[in-house]
């Protein structure tokens, strides 16, 4: 069958080692192929994405996907790239992460398709569960050396004490073999033969490569391949998937929407050129069409508008992504007043997160409450009565973004969602009032 997926996957800087025989492999045949998510929240970050997107390409290049969820492997804790022992998570938490992994999953993966590359999401706890320690040792204990294990980088850093390690138990020691038994239990009930994933993965994909080799010898068919995708970092050297407020998360209830959107909305233009092949399912053409324009006129921002808009709509919906336009708009509105309104209010809240906030009682605005009180004795964002006086002297005070004089009384007219009033002082300061 005709393959355009590892050509796809290298134009978009997607492709950090591959096996040889990979490509012939997947040029041959509708091949069968999975990657790992490690249950170790209730949801996936932006981080995932990328594996995401690879298993998405994967479907979409005609070959089957896998999404493994890693019930079992979630109980020891992965030592690629980390420091220090995981905390062991109880079977209640790992339950719920495992349900919220699988629910994220399938936004984007079809698990009901009844096509013959259908996507597939499997639980190793299932296989893994009834495994007794003896039968582990001897059916597959056996068949990788120690020497082989210590000689992958993500053990030997540990070994090493680099990046202050303590060392590592037998626990995460045995990670690396029970990953390579999922790979060989997915190649002999799936015959799966591809797993992907993150560079730093490549020790562990490896040994499941070999596992699956040694565990059919003499057999014709115990080929298994491997492929990882660079790990993504910001051209600042930061972490990439962090905000000011921790994770970006995939659901909207741990980062809201337009926190996401506006994430993506404000990478540098370096990242939004790497970000937009990585992140979205745009072509070559559209892309390179985009990175000239953008080039021609950087403070449009058309790379970081366009990027934001595929990946919000991609991980939520159009809807969702058009109110997070329009909550990034009303503060610049020429009708501000009447838009402002038309936003819930936890979107409401988010567009004025961080703004200082007073709580007054809403008996206050029974006869009106005065410019002079509102600014100054009431809430405090003026430090005194003269200058509230000063400033509104000065036309430099807005109701709602509205221009008032001294005159003014503050009404439930002014209530954006029955209870909030945004209070401007020049252009740069702001101030909301909620009453209850």
């Known amino acids: ?9 290298r134009w978009r800087g997607m492709v950090h080692d591959i096996m040889p025989g990979t490509e012939e492999q997947l040029d041959k045949e509708m091949t069968t192929a999975y990657i790992g998510f490690d249950p170790t929240s209730d949801s996936l970050h932006i981080g995932s994405l990328v594996p995401i997107i690879l298993l998405v390409h994967l479907e979409k290049a005609g070959h089957k996907p896998v999404a493994l969820v890693g019930g079992a492997t979630g109980m020891i804790g992965d030592p690629s790239g980390k420091s220090d022992e995981r905390n062991l998570l109880d079977e209640e938490t790992l339950e719920r992460n495992v349900a919220g992994i699988k629910s994220v999953l399938s936004r984007f993966l079809d698990f009901n ?20 320690f003896i039968d582990f040792a001897r059916d597959v204990g056996k068949r990788i050396t120690v020497n082989y294990m210590m000689a992958k980088d993500s053990v030997k850093k540990r ?14 020691f045995t990670y690396q073999l029970i990953q390579g038994y999922d790979f060989y239990h997915l190649h002999k009930a799936l015959n799966c033969k591809l797993q992907m994933g993150g560079s730093d993965q490549w020790g562990n994909i490896t040994t499941g ?6 565990m059919n010898v003499g057999q014709d068919d115990a ?16 972490k990439f998937g962090k905000s000011e407020g921790g994770n970006v998360w995939l659901d909207a209830d741990k980062t809201s929407v337009y926190k996401f959107y506006q994430f993506w909305l404000n990478t540098s233009d370096e990242d939004a ?48 992504y058009e109110n997070a336009v329009k909550a990034s708009e009303i503060l610049f509105s020429k009708t501000f007043n009447e838009d402002i309104r ?13 703004v200082p906030q007073a709580e007054l009682k809403a008996s206050e605005l029974e006869d009106g409450l005065d410019m002079i009180a ?28 509205n221009k008032v004089t001294a005159d003014y009384k503050l009404t439930t007219a002014d209530l954006i969602n029955d209870k909030y009033v945004v209070l401007n002082k020049g252009k740069k300061n702001t101030y909301i009032i909620k009453f209850v």
């Open 223 to 238: 080929k298994a391949y491997a492929m990882t995708c660079p790990l993504i970092t910001k051209a600042d050297g930061s």
């Open 374 to 401: 509102a600014l100054a004795d009431k809430t405090n964002f003026l430090a005194s009565n003269s200058e509230a006086r000063r400033a509104l002297k000065e036309n430099a005070v807005a109701v709602n973004k």
């Open 342 to 354: 038309t936003l819930k209010e936890s979107l409401f809240l988010d567009v004025f997160e961080g």
């Open 113 to 132: 398709s009844t096509e013959k590359n259908a996507p597939l999401l499997v639980n190793n706890y299932d296989w893994m569960k009834d495994f007794s």
């Open 273 to 320: 050129e790497k970000y937009i092949k990585i992140f979205t399912f745009l072509s070559k053409e559209v892309i390179e069409a985009l990175v000239k324009e953008h080039q021609e006129a950087p403070h449009l921002r058309l790379l970081q508008k366009r990027l934001a808009e595929e990946v919000t709509t991609f991980v939520h919906s159009k809807e969702d």
């Open 209 to 214: 490569t070999e596992l699956v080799r040694r």
């Open 1 to 9: 069958m005709a393959n355009t997926f590892v050509d796809e996957l």
């Open 159 to 172: 070994f090493s004490g680099e990046e202050g390690s303590i060392g590592m138990s037998f626990t995460e």
